[in-house]
């Protein structure tokens, strides 16, 4: 005997019922909000909070040119890697509480606002005050090595695609690539202080 369509019960994709569904409709859309609300905070805050940043770093290596260029390199990598820390956590399966991973989203968000506010944007010689066009040239190499490992990791997952690697990303692959992105860093690094 067949049963009807209409008698089956509604599943979702992921195998809930309609409320799980709409559930987790509700969930990735406050997930998209409290992110572009996180954003807009930090984007007005960050307008009259960074100069104190700029400031901090001066105070920190007495504005030696070659000082003020590491700590640009260190803010901006600072701050990327802490957003992305906390959106990588904010996506782990496994995570229920709407509370942490919210919290995480909006401390991700807060977390980016030093790497842009240093994005290199401006033609002034000293955008941020005394001795910062240094300071501004280590952030400028810290944005290259961001687009680097960006780039080093999707090759590098496309490789693993095509030579048929199981499973991706093993032990070999995951040290390899963070080799290759550690020596970049070291040698953005170098640039920064060299030429700062």
């Known amino acids: 005997m067949k049963i009807r369509r209409a008698d089956k019960r509604y599943q979702a994709r992921h195998g809930g019922t309609r409320a799980d569904d709409v559930l987790h409709q509700a969930t990735e859309i406050g997930k998209a909000v409290v992110l572009l609300a996180a954003f807009a905070v930090v984007g007005v805050t960050g307008y009259f909070l960074h100069d104190d940043v700029t400031d901090t770093a001066r105070a920190v290596t007495g504005g030696n040119p070659a000082g003020m260029a590491a700590a640009g390199w260190l803010i901006v990598l600072a701050s990327a890697g802490t957003t992305a820390g906390c959106f990588l956590a904010a996506n782990r399966h496994g995570l229920r509480s709407p509370v942490i991973l919210w ?20 033609r002034d010689k000293d955008p941020f005050g005394w001795a910062s066009d240094a300071l501004v ?5 810290a944005y290259v090595l961001i687009f680097f490992t960006v780039a080093a990791v999707f090759v590098s997952g496309a490789l693993q695609s095509w030579l048929r690697v199981d499973p991706l990303w093993n032990r070999k692959w995951l040290l390899g690539t963070a080799g290759v992105v550690t020596a970049v860093a070291a040698l953005t690094l170098a640039v920064a202080v060299a030429y700062a």
């Open 103 to 122: 919290g995480l989203v909006v401390c991700g968000a807060a977390a980016a606002f030093p790497a842009l506010w240093l994005f290199p944007r401006r």
């Open 137 to 141: 040239h280590g952030s400028q190499c």
